[in-house]
Nanobody, 127 residues
């Protein structure tokens, strides 16, 4: 059974940094996509960053140049380094995993293409 457990959220001031982690276990995909998504109150869940098992990455325009997604295959852990945080980055952040879509050049930021989700970790950025 796939389990994804996020950690690393917290409260920071604008301009600060956080690193989110997602420990994954139980998945049998040899080819996969993993992503970070966020959802603020009253808003739709949106894709933030994604990475394929081959290392290809994709970022939402709103976080390009500020966020970096990476994975440590030895530790089965996904990371999201978030720098230059803004109040509009405040949200619950979720990691997710799904099978690799070989029709795509970049990993998807569409949450409908992901099948397993973690419980989320809250990020709050104050001005």
């Amino acid at each position: 059974q796939v389990q994804l457990v996020e950690s690393g959220g917290g409260s920071v001031q604008s301009g600060g940094s956080l690193r989110l982690s997602c420990a994954a276990s139980g998945y049998t995909y040899t080819s996969y996509s993993m992503g970070w998504f966020r959802q603020a109150p009253g808003k739709e869940r949106e894709g933030v960053a994604a990475i394929d098992s081959d290392g290809s990455t994709n970022y939402a325009d709103s976080v390009k140049g500020r966020f970096t997604i990476s994975q440590d295959n030895a530790k089965n852990t996904l990371y999201l380094q978030m720098n230059s945080l803004k109040p509009e980055d405040t949200a619950m952040y979720y990691c997710a995993i799904g099978p690799l879509n070989r029709l795509r050049v970049e990993p998807s930021l569409n949450y409908n293409e992901y099948v397993k989700w973690g419980q989320g970790t809250q990020v709050t950025v104050s001005s």
